[in-house]
C-alpha cells in the first residue's frame, strides 16, 4: 500500500514506501500528506508511543529526514475525545433544504465535524440529528460534509443529503466551478482597491496549527483574488473570493498582503500593520471572517443557484463600531 485512502480503523497496521520527490524532507510532514486521515497531532502521537518503524527500526522523532525508498509501518492508535453536550437539532440554521441538500449558516465557534479530540455539536452532528444518516463519503465522523470552514469562521456552508448530491457537489468543488465570497475586516488600507495573490501554502513546520506560503517550488497551489469593499483609519472591508480551497488560506493570504484579520491570534504577524484598537472597540474573540455567499449548480435541476448569510452578530458590532469610530 503507497497512500491509504480508506479510513484506518484504531489497532489496524500499515506500511508504505516513501516516494523519491520528499528526499530531506521532515518525516512527520510527509506522513500526515501522504496519509490524511491521521492528523499532524495524532502523527506525533505515533511517535512518541513507538508505533511508527522505518525500515524495521522504531522511530520516535517526528523531525527524521525521509530517506527515499525507505518502508514506514505505523499502527493506528485511538486517541481520547472531549464529548461536548449532546446535539441539538435547532442550533442549525437553515437558509435552504430540500431533497438532495441543506445549506446553513454556521455560526463562529462550531466545528464542522469531529475532530481527533473532540467531538459533539459539530454540524456534522447537528445535521444527522436533524437529518438522520447522511451521505459519509469523506468519513464515518464527516456525515453530510462537503467541504469546511473554520471554526471561528461563520457564514454559508452546503450539507449533501444523498450520494449523488454529494458526489455532484465534490466534483463542482474539485473542479474549482463552486463561487465563494467572503468578508473579512483586516488592519491596513491596500494601495489598490483590487488585488490577486498566488502564493502556495503549506504547514508550518513549526507549528502543525499553522499554515505557511511556501518556498519557491514547493506548497500546493493557492490563489485568492480580493476587492477593497470600504477604507477605514487603518482598517478595511475586504472581500475575497478564493479559486482554490486550501486550510486557512484567506487568513494566510490577505496576512501575506499586508492585510492580517481583525481578531486573527493565529495570523497576527509581528511588524504588521500598527493601529491599536481601544478597549471599547468590540473585537471579536476570532477572525473577522465570513463566507457571504456560495454559488454552484444544483445537483438536481442543474441550475445555478446562490446562497447568501448576513454577517454573525459578533462580526456586525465589531464592523459598525468601525463606521461609526473610525470612517475616513
Not at 82 to 99: C, G, I, S
Not at 114 to 135: E, K, V, W
Request: charged share 25%; glycine share 8%; with cysteine.
Amino acid at each position: 500500500m503507497t497512500t491509504p485512502e480508506e479510513p484506518l480503523a484504531v489497532g489496524s497496521s500499515h506500511a508504505l514506501t516513501l516516494p523519491e520527490e520528499q528526499a530531506g524532507r521532515r518525516l512527520d510532514r510527509v506522513l500526515a500528506e501522504l496519509v490524511p486521515q491521521l492528523s499532524r497531532s495524532h502523527w506525533k502521537e505515533l511517535f512518541a508511543a513507538g508505533l511508527v518503524r522505518v525500515d524495521g527500526l522504531a522511530c520516535e522523532r517526528p523531525s527524521t529526514e525521509v530517506v527515499p525508498g525507505s518502508r514506514v509501518e505505523f499502527t493506528v492508535a485511538g486517541r481520547a475525545k472531549h464529548r461536548a453536550e449532546a446535539p441539538d437539532p435547532r442550533q442549525l440554521v437553515v437558509l435552504h433544504e430540500d431533497e438532495a441538500l441543506v445549506v446553513i449558516d454556521k455560526p463562529p465557534g462550531v466545528l464542522a465535524h469531529p475532530t481527533d479530540t473532540r467531538s459533539g455539536a459539530t454540524i456534522s452532528d447537528l445535521a444527522a440529528a436533524r437529518y438522520g444518516a447522511l451521505p459519509t463519503l469523506q468519513g464515518e465522523d464527516r456525515p453530510g460534509i462537503v467541504h469546511r470552514l473554520d471554526a471561528g469562521t461563520s457564514g454559508v456552508m452546503v450539507l449533501a443529503r444523498t450520494e449523488s448530491a454529494f458526489e455532484h457537489l465534490m466534483n463542482q468543488f474539485r473542479a474549482r466551478e463552486v463561487r465563494k465570497t467572503y468578508r473579512a475586516l483586516v488592519y491596513g488600507t491596500p494601495r489598490f482597491d483590487t488585488g490577486w495573490i498566488d502564493a502556495p501554502l503549506e504547514r508550518d513546520s513549526g507549528d502543525s496549527s499553522r499554515m505557511v506560503v511556501a518556498r519557491p517550488g514547493e506548497g500546493r497551489e493557492a490563489q485568492t483574488y480580493y476587492v477593497v469593499e470600504r477604507r477605514f483609519r487603518g482598517l478595511s472591508l475586504v472581500a475575497a473570493q478564493p479559486k482554490t480551497g486550501r486550510t486557512h488560506q484567506i487568513r494566510v493570504h490577505l496576512t501575506h498582503a499586508g492585510m492580517p484579520l481583525v481578531g486573527d491570534k493565529l495570523y497576527r504577524r509581528k511588524g504588521g500593520p500598527s493601529l491599536r484598537l481601544p478597549p471599547s472597540a468590540p473585537v471579536p474573540s476570532r477572525q473577522c471572517l465570513h463566507a457571504a455567499e456560495m454559488r454552484f449548480v444544483h445537483p438536481l435541476t442543474l441550475e445555478p443557484v446562490s446562497y447568501a448569510a448576513p454577517l454573525a452578530s459578533d462580526f456586525a458590532a465589531m464592523l459598525a463600531w468601525t463606521e461609526r469610530e473610525l470612517a475616513p
